[in-house]
C-alpha cells in the first residue's frame, strides 16, 4: 500500500508531522492492506489565512484492486481531526466493500 500526501499552498508539512501521518494511515488501514494499492492524502484549509471553525479539510481516496477507487472528506477544527474523521468515514466504507467481496 502506498501512501501520498498532498497539501494545497496554505500547508507546509515538516518531516516529522508527515511520518506521524503515515504511520496513522497505515496503522488505520493495515487490515485493508491486501485490497488497497493506492492512497492518496489532501490535506487543505478551506478558509486560507483566515480563521475559521472545522476549516480543515481532509480528503482520503484509496484505489483498491478490481473496483473503482473510493474517497471520503472529513472537516475539523485542525488536521489532526480532519484526518481522524477521514479515517473512520475510509474503515467503514473498506469494511462494507470487503465484506461485499466475501460474500461474493
Known amino acids: 500500500m502506498t501512501i501520498h500526501?498532498?497539501?494545497d499552498k496554505n500547508l507546509t508539512i515538516h518531516q516529522e508531522y508527515?511520518?506521524?501521518i503515515q504511520t496513522q494511515i497505515t496503522d488505520a488501514l493495515s487490515r485493508f492492506s491486501d485490497l488497497i494499492t493506492?492512497?492518496?492524502v489532501h490535506l487543505s484549509d478551506e478558509n486560507g489565512s483566515k480563521d475559521?471553525?472545522?476549516d480543515k479539510?481532509?480528503?482520503i481516496e484509496a484505489k483498491i484492486t478490481g473496483k473503482e477507487p473510493i474517497a471520503v472528506t472529513n472537516f475539523g477544527n485542525n488536521y489532526d481531526l480532519a484526518i481522524a474523521g477521514s479515517l473512520s468515514k475510509m474503515k467503514?466504507?473498506?469494511e462494507k466493500i470487503a465484506g461485499k467481496m466475501k460474500s461474493h
Do not use: I, Q
Request: with cysteine.
Open 5 to 7: 500526501l498532498n497539501t
Open 18 to 20: 508527515e511520518d506521524k
Open 38 to 40: 493506492r492512497v492518496d
Open 52 to 54: 475559521g471553525l472545522e
Open 57 to 59: 479539510r481532509c480528503l
Open 92 to 94: 467503514s466504507a473498506l
